[in-house]
């Protein structure tokens, strides 16, 4: 078991004696990395990321987490402002809207193209001028 964590701690970038630091010396982008590697290997079929997982994180281990998280079969749940991170991790989107929740099964590009989804996101815009 120890083996197969600490495998899993190095794709997650925690090498060597970095898989043995205590949590209260870990680094903002060390303590998500951590969490996120907890909840992968606990086997939960959902992971709930509420707001922006890539926040703290360098790029290196923005990219492991989108390698570790192509594994996943669980549902995931996030908000984010990174487009890469959404483009390559999201296969189904959903916008709240005030005239009411769009939800489309796609891409991120996808659903930015997406006629009408981008109509109701219109529709909103032009009350918001309005005002």
Known sequence: MQH???GFLGRMLFSGE??????GVLSGG???RCMLSK???SGSQHLNFLYEPTNH???ESITALNEALKDFTGAL???SQDHQFVQTTA???MEITP????DKECTYDEYLENDEAARKRQIVEIEEDDE
Not at 18 to 23: E, I, S, T
């Open 99 to 102: 005239n009411g929740l769009i």
């Open 18 to 23: 970095d898989a043995l630091k205590k949590v």
């Open 77 to 79: 749940l996030f908000t």
């Open 4 to 6: 197969f964590v600490r």
């Open 57 to 59: 994180l360098d790029m």
């Open 39 to 41: 909840l992968m290997i």
């Open 30 to 32: 060390e303590k998500v």
């Open 91 to 93: 296969n189904r989107i």
